[in-house]
């Protein structure tokens, strides 16, 4: 039987590193002409990137966990770097020392990202597959803070004429606010007691919230991709943030599947 951290590892690398390389493209988009150094640096990580994932196609589920664990420090170390140059870029940002079309919570977003994905692929080189109870919320925050940065970035990239899209995503920017501010109430009340139902419900309920965020990104990527709506949005950025959603719903229902077992243990 395969080793689950063996499959996490290679499935979380295979989204990331997309992910990465993708952040890598837009913010070199973004950049004026006279940032060049920059630029030059975003397409660095492309080709680091590419390579990981042409390296990953190398490995299988029966890979020897040692294998995984040695990538995982490759790819670490990769996913680090990368948050680093997008905090600098961030810090160039906020000092006004560059000006460009990237917006400095995008910056933000995608360096929060970058951290989210070294962390796990630390997590898994220490044998935790799943996050305790007590941590489940905290996950949450983190991405339904980043479906409330997707729809902010949605409302703003839109042709300010594209009025009854523009106000959908105001909307889910304001549904996944309020979202995150339940999620922290619900940190600090939580009884240890009550840790599984509670949990339960509150993944129910972010679940509904991103189904519904993800049904209104395939419809504008699939508008955008048939050139049926104004805006300054990547046909790939459309497809992104839509991943992104899909993903964040599969990892509701790992959390499920954690807390299920655990109960039964119980």
Not at 8 to 28: C, G, N, P, Y
Not at 93 to 122: G, M, Q, W
Not at 223 to 233: F, G, Q, T, V, Y
Request: negative net charge; charged residues 25%.
């Amino acid at each position: 039987m395969a080793n689950p951290i063996v499959l996490r590892s290679l499935d979380e690398i295979r989204f990331w590193s997309r992910i990465m390389k993708e952040h890598a493209l837009f913010l070199s988009l973004g950049f004026t002409y006279e940032q060049k150094q920059l630029i030059a640096e975003a397409q660095q990580f492309i080709v680091i990137f590419e390579r990981i994932e042409e390296k990953l196609a190398r490995f299988s589920a029966n890979t020897d966990i040692r294998q995984i664990q040695a990538f995982n420090n490759e790819v670490y170390q990769a996913a680090a770097s990368i948050w680093s140059y997008k905090r600098k870029v961030l810090g160039l940002t906020l000092r006004c020392e560059i000006r460009h079309n990237n917006f400095p919570l995008l910056i933000d977003h995608v360096s929060r990202e970058a951290a989210y994905f070294a962390n796990r692929l630390k997590e898994l080189n220490e044998g935790k597959l799943a996050p305790e109870p007590e941590a489940i919320i905290a996950e949450n925050v983190f991405f339904l803070r980043i479906m409330a940065d997707h729809a902010k970035f949605i409302g703003h990239l839109l042709d300010p004429s594209e009025r009854k899209l523009v106000e959908q995503a105001r909307e889910f920017s304001h549904d996944f606010d309020q979202l995150v501010f339940q999620a922290v109430d619900l940190d600090s009340m939580r009884p240890q007691s009550e840790t599984v139902p509670m949990l339960d419900q509150f993944l129910d309920q972010n679940r509904v919230s991103v189904a519904s965020l993800r049904d209104f990104k395939k419809t504008a990527r699939e508008l955008i991709e048939a050139c049926r709506i104004k805006s300054n949005i990547h046909p790939l950025l459309a497809d992104h943030t839509f991943r992104e959603a899909e993903r964040f719903l599969e990892i509701i229902d790992l959390f499920e599947a954690s807390l299920n077992a655990q109960s039964i243990k119980g």
